[in-house]
C-alpha cells in the first residue's frame, strides 16, 4: 500500500509532508533535510541535481542551474540550461521527483498520489501549469490547495478545541498572500484572499545585492558592472545579500563578505561590505507596507473588522525579517502566532487535507471526525461584452465575484448585438479588481483562454431578441469550465478553459518521456541495466510479501540512478540481486 503526501512547491525552498499515525509528519530529503531548495542543476551528461547540491552550484556554475523558477510558471518562457531548453513546469517536475523519490526512500513506500499547494493569487494558467508539472513527474495530483489555506488547516489541526478568526499573513521567497480564514466546530472556512505573486524574499536579496554594490563602487570607486563575467558575479552577491539579510534577522549590523569577486587591471578584488540593519529596513519598508494594503483589502472583502481577529499567523521564510513582524504586530496592535516554524506549515497542512480526502481513519479519529475546508476563488472570473450599438468597445463583465467560495457555479443571460446574428464568441477574462467599468483592455484584466468558445447556428432574429446563457463552473483546483447555451433552441457548447500560455498537452507529454528517459542515457544505467530487465521480469509472477520487496528495491535503485549516485545504487544492486537468487 502506498502513501499519499502534501507538498509545498516553493520559490525558494520545498517541502513534502505525509501523515503517520493520525498526524502530519515532515519527510527528510536523501539529505536528512526537512526542507530542499527549489533549485536544479544540469551537468554536462544531462543528469539532474536537486536541492542544497544544486543551489551551492549556483555561484561557480550558473549557467548550469535554475532557481526561481516557480515565478514563471505559467508562462511561455524557456529556460537555457547548460545548453537545455527547459519550460518552468519541467523544472518544478524535477523537484517533485527528488522529493517524491525521497519520501519512498525514507518512508520505503511508494507515493501514490499527492496534494500540492499553491500561492492563493495563482491564476488559472499558473495552477494548470503546477498540474502539468505533477504529470511530467508522473505524480497523481487531483487536487491544489492554496498555501495560506494550508497553513491554516495546519495550524486548526494543532487547535481543534478553540474557534478562532484567522489571518494568515503567508511572505514566502517569492510570494505573498493572506487570508483571512474562520475555524469552527471542524471547519475551515476562507472567508476572502488577497496577496501579489511579485513580491517576496528574493526581491528583498535582489535590492540589498544592489545597494551593496552600490556601497563597494563608492567606497573603492570600481564599477564592477565593467567586470568580465558580471552575471556570476552579481549571483555571488546575491547569495552574499541572502546570507547578510538573515544575519540582520539576528544582529544590528551584518557584513557580505566575499574574498574574490574578480579582476580589475590584473589586479583581484574581494568584497567586504557592512550594512546595518536600519539600512536593509529602508530598502524594503515601502515592499513591506505594501503587504498592509493587501491585508486591508482582505479584512474589506471579508466584512470582518481587525477587532475579528483572534490570531494572526505568520507563514514563510520572510516573515523571520523584524521590520515583516514589527508592522504586521504594529497593525495588529496585539501579539503574533509565531510559535509554528514557517518554513513547514505549508506541507504539514497540505498533508492533512491529503489525509482527510483519502479519509484516513487515524486522521479522523485526532480530528473527531475530520474537518471541513472551504475555500475561495481569489479573482473575479467574467466575458467580453459590448453596451450597444453606439459603443462598441470591449467590456470586461463579471460573472464569478472574487472571493466567491468553491467549488460553485454561476450563470448569466446576454443578448444578441445584431439583426440575424448567427453565431457568438466567447472570451474568457480574469480581473483582479473589477467596478463595473473596466475594458478587457484594463490593467489587472488577463484573457484566459487560448480559442474563444464559439456558438454557431443561431435563429434570425432581430438584434436583443436572442438569448445566450453563459455558465461558469470553478471547481476546487481553480480549473475553469465554460457553456454557452441558446435559451429555448436547444443549442448549447461547452469547454474547459485551455490557457493563453503555459505547456501544450502534448508538450507535457513529451517532457514527461525525456524525464522519464533522460536516466537511461547515464553510465551508471548502462551498469544497472541487467539487474532491472531481470527484477522487472520477476515482477510480473512474484505475489505478496516477495513482490513488494522487489518493487521497493527497485523503485531506490532508480531513484539513486535518478540521483546518479553510484554507491548507493551498487548497494541496492547487490541487495536486489540477493533477494532475486533466494526466488529463483
Do not use: W
Amino acid at each position: 500500500m502506498g502513501i499519499k503526501v502534501g507538498i509545498d512547491l516553493g520559490t525558494t525552498n520545498s517541502a513534502i509532508s505525509y501523515i503517520k499515525d493520525g498526524n502530519p509528519v515532515i519527510i527528510e530529503n536523501k539529505e536528512g533535510q526537512r526542507t530542499t531548495p527549489s533549485v536544479i542543476y544540469l551537468d554536462e551528461k544531462g543528469n539532474t541535481t536537486v536541492g542544497k547540491q544544486a543551489k551551492n552550484m549556483a555561484v561557480s556554475m550558473p549557467k548550469h542551474v535554475v532557481i526561481e523558477s516557480k515565478r514563471l510558471m505559467g508562462t511561455d518562457t524557456k529556460i537555457d540550461v547548460n545548453g537545455k531548453t527547459l519550460r518552468p513546469e519541467e523544472v518544478g517536475a524535477r523537484v517533485l521527483e527528488y522529493l517524491v523519490r525521497s519520501a519512498e526512500e525514507r518512508t520505503g513506500q511508494k507515493v501514490d498520489e499527492a496534494i500540492i499547494t499553491v500561492p492563493a493569487y495563482f491564476n488559472d494558467t499558473q495552477r494548470r501549469a503546477t498540474q502539468k508539472a505533477a504529470e511530467i513527474a508522473k505524480l497523481k495530483v487531483e487536487r491544489l490547495v492554496n498555501e495560506p489555506t494550508a497553513a491554516a488547516i495546519a495550524f486548526a489541526f494543532e487547535n481543534l478545541d478553540k474557534n478562532s478568526t484567522m489571518l494568515v499573513y503567508d511572505l514566502g521567497g517569492g510570494t505573498f498572500d493572506v487570508s483571512i480564514v474562520e475555524v469552527f466546530d471542524g471547519m475551515v472556512e476562507v472567508k476572502a484572499s488577497a496577496g501579489n505573486n511579485n513580491l517576496g524574499g528574493k526581491d528583498f536579496d535582489e535590492l540589498l545585492a544592489k545597494y551593496i554594490i552600490q556601497k563597494y563602487e563608492q567606497e573603492q570607486g570600481i564599477e564592477l558592472s565593467s567586470l568580465p563575467d558580471y552575471e556570476a558575479t552579481f549571483l555571488r552577491i546575491k547569495e552574499a545579500a541572502e546570507n547578510l539579510k538573515i544575519q540582520l534577522s539576528q544582529q544590528e549590523i551584518g557584513s557580505a563578505v566575499l574574498p574574490f569577486i574578480g579582476l580589475h587591471n590584473n589586479v583581484p578584488l574581494s568584497l567586504n561590505v557592512d550594512v546595518s540593519r536600519v539600512e536593509f529596513e529602508s530598502l524594503i519598508k515601502k515592499h513591506v507596507d505594501s503587504t498592509i494594503n493587501e491585508v486591508k483589502e482582505a479584512l474589506k472583502d471579508s466584512k470582518l473588522e481587525l477587532s475579528d481577529i483572534t490570531d494572526v499567523i505568520m507563514v514563510g521564510g520572510s516573515t523571520r525579517i523584524p521590520l515583516v513582524r514589527e508592522t504586521v504586530q504594529k497593525y495588529y496592535g496585539r501579539p503574533l502566532r509565531v510559535d509554528i516554524n514557517p518554513d513547514e506549515v505549508v506541507a504539514l497542512g497540505a498533508s492533512v487535507q491529503m489525509g482527510l480526502k483519502a479519509q484516513d481513519e487515524n486522521l479522523k479519529r485526532n480530528t473527531n471526525g475530520g474537518l471541513m475546508v472551504i475555500d475561495v476563488c481569489p479573482y473575479s472570473l467574467g466575458t467580453e461584452v459590448t453596451r450597444g450599438h453606439h459603443d462598441s468597445t470591449s467590456y470586461y463583465d463579471e460573472i464569478i465575484s472574487r472571493n466567491t467560495t468553491i467549488p460553485t457555479i454561476k450563470n448569466k443571460v446576454y443578448y444578441t448585438m445584431h439583426d440575424n446574428q448567427d453565431l457568438v464568441e466567447v472570451n474568457i477574462y480574469q480581473a483582479e479588481k473589477y467596478t463595473g467599468m473596466e475594458t478587457v483592455h484594463s490593467p489587472g484584466i488577463v484573457q484566459l483562454n487560448e480559442r474563444p468558445l464559439i456558438i454557431e447556428g443561431l435563429p434570425p432574429r432581430r438584434a436583443g431578441e436572442v438569448k445566450i446563457e453563459i455558465g461558469f463552473k470553478y471547481n476546487m483546483n481553480g480549473i475553469l469550465e465554460v457553456t454557452a447555451e441558446i435559451l429555448g433552441f436547444g443549442i448549447k457548447k461547452e469547454m474547459t478553459v485551455e490557457p493563453k500560455s503555459g505547456m501544450t498537452y502534448f508538450e507535457t507529454q513529451e517532457a514527461a518521456a525525456t524525464l522519464e528517459t533522460d536516466v537511461t542515457k547515464t553510465e551508471l544505467y548502462t551498469r544497472m541495466k541487467p539487474i532491472i530487465i531481470r527484477a522487472e521480469q520477476m515482477l510480473k509472477t512474484a505475489v505478496g510479501h516477495d513482490r513488494e520487496k522487489i518493487d521497493t528495491l527497485l523503485t531506490q535503485l532508480k531513484d539513486a540512478m535518478f540521483s546518479n549516485d553510484s554507491r548507493r545504487a551498487e548497494e541496492l544492486e547487490m541487495q536486489l540481486t540477493d533477494v532475486l537468487i533466494d526466488l529463483m
